[in-house]
C-alpha cells in the first residue's frame, strides 16, 4: 500500500524530532500502522536550516499553504505554534478535506470550537496529543482509557519551566527573580517566559483537558489565570513545614448543579501526594474518575522526541482510520458532537477550595483570637496554625511576626469578603498572603 503522505509546517524543535522518530522507527511504526508514514513536505522560513534537517527526503518549500493546498498530501502537521495563521491554514487544510495533527495548545483552546465544528462537517479529523503534557499521553487516556468514567476533577502539573523553578525555590531556598535567571541559563525557560510563568501556558491545557473530560466547549477566556510571580521562597518554606509543597496546577471540577471549575495557580499539595513529589521539568497529571478512582499519568511534558512521539502516535491513528466512516472514529471532544453541552465555567468567586494564609502581624495579644473570629463569621473553618517566634522573623527584639493558617474548604468569595476584614486590622501589618490549598484526595 502506497506510504500516507504527509506535509509537516513548522521544522523548530518538535518538526525536526518528529522527523527523525518517524525516519529511526519506520519499520515499527509501519508495522503498527499498516502502511508507510512518510514526510513529504516541509515548510520552514529558514529553508536552508530545513535542508540540513530532511535533506533529500522531502521538499522543503517556503509558504506552509503550498502544502496545505498540495493535492498529493494527505495530512498536515501543524507545528508552527501561535494561533492567527496557524489557524487559517487549519481550516484551509480541513477544507481541502485534509486530516489534522497539532501539537498547538493555544490554537485549539482559543479557536477549538471551530476548528473541531469545521473538522465534523468535512469528515476529518484533528488529533492533538502532543498539544497537552508533551510525550505523556494524557488525552488519549481521556477520550478512550477513561470512557467508562464520569471524570469528577482533573489536576496538573503541565509546565516544565514553572515546576522546574518551584523545585529550584524549595531546594535551594532562592526567591523567584534569582531561580527564572537560572532556569533562562540552563535553556528551562524562554528569554521572554510570560507564558510559562503567568498559567498562560499551563491554562490552555487545562481547558483542552476540562472539555475533553466533561463534554464541554473549550472556554479558554473563562479561566482563572494565576501565575508564580509572587510566590515567595517564605512560603514555600512555611508550606514544607506544614507538610505541603507549592506546585503551579491546572485544576478543573465538575460541581453538579452549578458548572465546572477551570482555574490554574500556585497551589499547596500535601507532601504524600505522589504529584506533589514531582521534580524539575517533569509533567504530571492526576485524574479522579467515579469508577477507576484516582489515576496517574507522569512524563516529559516538552522537547522534541517526547513531543514527536505524542505527534506520530496521532500520525498512526490518523493512517488507521482515514479511510473509515467518520461515524466510527473517536470524537473530538471524546463526546458525540451532539452531545456536548454548554455548561458554563463557573466564576473564580465560586470556586471551592483550601486556603494557606500568611498574615505578618503586631506580637501583640489578641491578634490570633481577632483573626480566628473574623473567619469564623465568614463560615471558613481553620484547619491548622502555626506562629514563629518574633526573634526569627524579624531579628532579636522584632516586635512582629508570620501567623500562618490553613483551613477547610470554603468559598472564594467568602475568603475574599473575609481577607478585605483581616487586612482592615491595625494589628496586620503588611499585604496577607493567599495560596490555595487542595487535598486531592
Not at 536552508?48 to 521538499?59: N, P, S, Y
Request: charged share 25%; hydrophobic share 45%; no cysteine.
Amino acid at each position: 500500500m502506497k506510504p500516507i503522505q504527509v506535509g509537516l509546517i513548522g521544522l523548530g524543535t518538535v518538526g525536526a524530532g518528529v522527523f527523525e522518530v518517524l525516519r529511526r522507527n519506520q519499520e515499527e511504526i509501519e508495522r503498527r500502522a499498516g502502511r508507510g508514514i512518510r514526510i513529504a513536505m516541509v515548510s520552514r522560513r529558514d529553508a536552508a536550516r530545513a535542508k540540513a534537517i530532511v535533506g533529500d527526503a522531502a521538499r522543503v518549500v517556503g509558504d506552509p499553504r503550498e502544502i496545505v493546498r498540495s493535492p498529493d498530501i494527505d495530512i498536515v502537521v501543524e507545528l508552527m505554534g501561535g494561533t492567527t495563521l496557524a489557524r487559517e491554514l487549519v481550516l484551509e487544510a480541513i477544507a481541502a478535506g485534509k486530516h489534522v495533527v497539532t501539537a498547538n495548545k493555544a490554537l485549539l483552546a482559543v479557536h477549538g470550537t471551530e476548528i473541531f465544528e469545521a473538522a465534523q462537517q468535512r469528515g476529518v479529523m484533528v488529533a492533538f496529543e502532543g498539544a497537552v503534557a508533551g510525550g505523556i499521553p494524557i488525552i488519549k487516556a481521556l477520550r478512550e482509557g477513561l470512557t467508562a468514567n464520569r471524570i469528577q476533577w482533573i489536576a496538573g502539573i503541565i509546565n516544565g519551566t514553572t515546576n522546574f523553578i518551584l523545585s529550584e525555590m524549595r531546594d535551594k531556598g532562592l526567591d523567584f527573580d534569582v531561580v527564572l535567571k537560572e532556569a533562562q541559563r540552563l535553556g528551562y525557560a524562554e528569554a521572554d517566559p510570560t507564558f510559562d510563568i503567568e498559567g498562560v501556558d499551563a491554562a490552555h491545557k487545562a481547558t483542552i483537558m476540562s472539555a475533553i473530560a466533561f463534554g464541554i466547549p473549550v472556554q479558554f477566556d473563562k479561566a482563572y489565570v494565576e501565575g508564580i510571580t509572587r510566590l515567595a521562597a517564605t512560603d514555600i518554606r512555611y508550606a514544607e513545614q506544614l507538610g505541603y509543597r507549592i506546585k503551579l496546577l491546572g485544576i478543573t471540577r465538575r460541581r453538579e448543579g452549578e458548572g465546572v471549575e477551570l482555574r490554574v495557580h500556585p497551589t499547596l499539595v500535601p507532601a504524600k501526594r505522589l504529584i506533589a513529589n514531582v521534580e524539575g521539568a517533569m509533567n504530571a497529571v492526576v485524574v479522579n474518575g467515579d469508577a477507576v478512582g484516582t489515576t496517574l499519568y507522569y512524563g516529559k511534558g516538552a522537547g522534541s522526541e517526547p513531543t514527536a512521539s505524542a505527534v506520530i502516535a496521532d500520525l498512526v491513528d490518523v493512517t488507521r482510520l482515514a479511510t473509515s466512516d467518520p461515524q466510527h472514529r473517536v470524537p473530538h471532544l471524546a463526546f458525540q458532537p451532539g452531545a456536548v453541552r454548554d455548561v458554563g465555567v463557573l466564576p473564580m468567586e465560586r470556586v471551592v477550595t483550601g486556603y494557606y494564609l500568611r498574615l505578618r502581624v503586631a506580637d501583640e495579644k489578641g491578634v490570633l483570637a481577632r483573626v480566628a473570629s473574623l473567619l469564623a463569621e465568614g463560615d471558613i473553618s481553620i484547619d491548622a496554625v502555626l506562629q514563629r517566634e518574633a526573634d526569627e522573623v524579624g531579628g532579636e527584639g522584632s516586635t512582629q511576626t508570620d501567623l500562618i493558617i490553613l483551613t477547610h474548604d470554603a468559598r472564594e468569595g467568602a475568603m475574599n469578603a473575609a481577607l478585605a476584614k483581616l487586612q482592615a486590622l491595625p494589628s496586620v501589618l503588611a499585604p496577607i498572603v493567599r495560596i490555595r490549598k487542595e487535598e486531592l484526595n
